[in-house]
């Protein structure tokens, strides 16, 4: 089988990693870079051994696949195109900028039968990934998701820059419908939301607590996941994972009789749980992205996260935003 003619369009911060890691793949070969800064694509090309295009305009017909990776605003306009002439795309999170552009994305694949997977990178982090073997029903989750204002993604507020990442990874660990949302935002330095919090009611009864702030002096990727059997601590940052559970020396809680203990001190919390780390591997999350993407046109397989998936976060995080919008505009009266 023939290598995958790849090409990467937009390559600022994150568009020349997808370049870095798509050059590297013994499957794949990349042929061109796009971006509008002829500099930098320039430079790029000659980097990975690539060609420098002003646009996809000048995108040949050898072109298997193509990954988009320019700001949010650009990513309907730029995937459709690209899926219209039969390409394979994966487009970086969020899919689009609105739920109405996710809906006739995904049409538009499924019409010209081509492949579209979006890059919810969070799906390959090896902490995610070692933790979801373990995962029966979850019944409670937290995300924290904060860090310092990166001016990078100012076009789009924190739930579509960072939360959005969250909202992907709690409709794939629950594999539910969502019920209900509550959400709550404040634009601090942009006039988006540069902070938000959400409490999402799934139909299965599992409950999660988001919250993404860029706004912060410090930078923290960190889920909590509890369940009836354990509890799981996981740092996606460190790409670290704990388990806890309830130690097979003791019974449940409520099961002590008291006034039967001779000392208090046997009682400590800690002794009533085990905890473990998770073991997983160290492959960088964003080769094992392009790994399945380069492997899913090649053979034909359905995308690991799929147009569907993509179009799902954007619609919860839609909700999100029309809640604190509206909140602002009441308090501006």
């Known amino acids: 089988m023939r290598k995958l003619n790849c090409i990467v369009v937009g390559v600022g911060h994150l568009g020349r990693h997808h370049a870095r890691v798509i050059a590297s793949m013994p499957e794949a070969c990349l042929t061109a870079v796009v971006d509008t800064d002829r500099e930098r694509g320039e430079a790029v090309a000659a980097e990975y051994g690539a060609r420098y295009l002003p646009s996809i305009a000048e995108i040949n017909g050898d072109t ?5 990776a320019v700001p949010t605003s650009g990513h309907f306009e730029l995937a459709s195109s690209l899926l219209e002439r039969g390409i394979a795309v994966m487009v970086e999170k969020p899919m689009t900028a609105s739920i109405e552009e996710a809906d006739k994305l995904v049409e538009i694949a499924r019409r ?12 390959f982090n090896p902490a995610v990934r070692a933790i979801k073997k373990h995962l029966t029903q979850p019944r409670y989750i937290e995300c924290d998701r904060i860090a310092p204002f990166g001016f990078r993604c100012m076009d789009v507020g924190v739930v579509l820059d960072m939360m959005i990442h969250d909202l992907d990874l709690i409709l794939h660990l629950t594999g539910s419908e969502i019920e209900r949302i509550d959400a709550i935002g404040v634009p601090v330095i942009s006039s988006h939301e540069d902070v938000a919090n959400a409490r999402i009611k799934f139909a299965n009864g599992c409950i999660a607590n988001l919250t993404a702030s860029r706004v912060a002096t410090k930078r923290e990727r960190k889920i909590r996941i509890f369940q009836s059997d354990a509890y799981f601590s996981l740092d996606s940052d460190a790409k670290r994972a704990m388990v806890f559970r309830r130690s097979k020396n003791f019974p449940q809680a409520e099961q002590i009789d008291l006034s039967k203990v001779e000392d208090p001190k046997s009682l400590v919390f800690e002794k009533m749980l085990t905890a473990e780390e998770v073991p997983m591997d160290d492959q960088e999350p964003l080769r094992s992205e392009l790994e399945v993407f380069v492997n899913c046109v090649r053979t034909g397989c359905e995308p690991e996260v799929g147009g569907e998936d993509g179009r799902n976060a954007i619609a919860a995080a839609t909700e999100i935003i029309r809640q604190i919008r509206r909140q602002v505009q009441d308090a501006a009266r």
Do not use: K, N, P, W
Not at 64 to 68: G, I, Q
Not at 113 to 122: D, R
């Open 112 to 123: 010209h039968s081509t492949q579209l997977h979006v890059g919810h990178i969070e799906r």
């Open 64 to 68: 298997d696949a193509a990954v988009v």
